[in-house]
């Protein structure tokens, strides 16, 4: 089959399964399967698929029509320009968090300590160390899967330095404090999960979703907990649901934090709530 032939059939398959941006995954599976970028399949369009590769690009549009997500399929996301591992043992990582890194960038560029907690693929934590200047930076997750992903995420990108602790939320720090605490907490409210879309519902992670039953759980006990690990005038940067900004500045105003700023993504949705200690 011709090139241009094999990305009309991954199209009208993807179309019929449901797929959102079926053409965009149809062209972007065939260029993993040739190996062509985007100029390369218009110049080529023409040509027949080498037939391993046609087997191979056939195969990736049965696996993205079972909703199974692009990056999966793959093996690959990219984040803040930074390349990362993606499979099912942590959330693909997502161009709303990259709101949170540049909070972090655009306020605190360089200097002091950095914990980055519920790290999943690492990719906030691999990203600060990268495009930023801190001197220390730790990861912590409660999962074991996502720690494995994310030291692998962090050698990917020659971030050699940060250290990874298995943690549920603070448990594992003691007495230890930081300049600065990020954090992309489960926040989906358990009865919202099941109607999420398959790509989510069936393979990010149940415990990197469900937030309780209101989504706010982990907010409480960061709310809680967080002041003790934070240096004095230190400051917690919280992605948040597009409908929890208000719950989530209540819960930190009563806890004690002061210049709560609400931060807006791309799509002008509340995402990140940014306090200080």
Not at 103 to 119: H, I, Y
Not at 226 to 253: C, K, P, W
Request: aromatic share 8%; hydrophobic share 40%; glycine share 8%.
């Amino acid at each position: 089959m011709k090139i241009h032939e094999l990305l009309k059939y991954g199209r009208n398959v993807l179309r019929a399964a449901g797929v959102p941006d079926a053409e965009a995954d149809a062209w972007l599976l065939l260029s993993e399967a040739v190996g062509l970028d985007r100029a390369g399949l218009f110049l080529y369009g023409t040509e027949p698929a080498a037939p391993e590769a046609e087997e191979r690009y056939r195969e990736m549009i049965a696996d993205r029509a079972k909703r199974i997500p692009l990056q999966h399929i793959i093996g690959k996301a990219c984040f803040m320009g930074l390349t990362f591992h993606s499979d099912a043992r942590t959330l693909v990582p997502r161009p709303d968090t990259e709101t949170l890194v540049e909070a972090v960038l655009e306020e605190t560029p360089s200097g002091g300590s950095l914990l980055d907690l519920c790290t999943g693929s690492g990719c906030i934590a691999v990203s600060l160390a990268k495009l930023g200047d801190f001197d220390h930076v730790t990861a912590s997750d409660l999962s074991e899967d996502a720690l494995a992903a994310a030291r692998e995420n962090a050698a990917l990108n020659d971030c050699t330095d940060i250290r990874f602790v298995k943690s549920d939320l603070f448990d594992a720090f003691g007495e230890e404090s930081f300049d600065l605490i990020t954090v992309n907490p489960p926040y989906i409210r358990d009865a919202v999960i099941e109607t999420l879309m398959p790509e989510v519902r069936e393979h990010d992670p149940y415990m990197a979703l469900a937030g309780g039953e209101d989504g706010l759980d982990f907010y409480r006990r960061l709310a809680a907990e967080a002041g003790t690990h934070l240096n004095a005038g230190g400051r917690i940067f919280m992605e948040i649901g597009y409908d929890q900004a208000e719950d989530v500045e209540s819960l930190f105003v009563a806890a004690g934090f002061t210049e709560i700023r609400m931060i807006k993504d791309l799509g002008g949705n509340p995402r990140v709530i940014r306090c200080r200690k």
